[in-house]
């Protein structure tokens, strides 16, 4: 059973920073496609950033709506994944979620690609 596990978020002033992390137990972290959906209140939960492998190296994409300003990353020596959130805007308030996908399913998370698998979510809230 994979389980994701998530830290990180808060609340934070316009154009601050913050980092999530979201580690997996289990042995097949690095065989995973990783990637962050938020879900904002009263909205659909979006597709924000993915890593994936594509032959022997990581690849990553960002929302049109955070790009530049997030990057997503993974350590696999510590079964993590870490979405780096800086220049925050008041829009960026959400909840956030970790999720994973086997790439037998699919070659990348994003907006056509359900996860396998789900953290458990955190709150991002981001002030004027």
């Known amino acids: 059973q994979v389980q994701l596990v998530q830290s990180g978020g808060g609340l934070v002033q316009a154009g601050g920073s913050l980092r999530l992390s979201c580690t997996i137990a289990?042995?097949?972290?690095?065989?995973?496609?990783m990637g962050w959906f938020r879900q904002a209140p009263g909205k659909e939960r979006d597709f924000v950033a993915a890593?994936?492998?594509?032959?022997?190296?990581?690849?990553?994409s960002h929302d049109d709506s955070v790009q530049g300003r997030f990057t997503i990353s993974r350590d696999n020596t510590k079964n993590t994944v870490y979405l780096q959130m800086n220049s925050l805007k008041p829009e960026d308030t959400a909840i956030y979620y970790c999720a994973a996908v086997h790439p037998s399913r699919c070659t990348a998370l994003g907006p056509s690609c359900a996860p396998d698998y789900w953290g458990q979510g955190t709150h991002v809230t981001v002030t004027s």
């Open positions: 289990g042995r097949t972290f690095a065989t995973l496609n």
């Open positions: 890593i994936s492998i594509n032959r022997s190296a990581w690849t990553t």
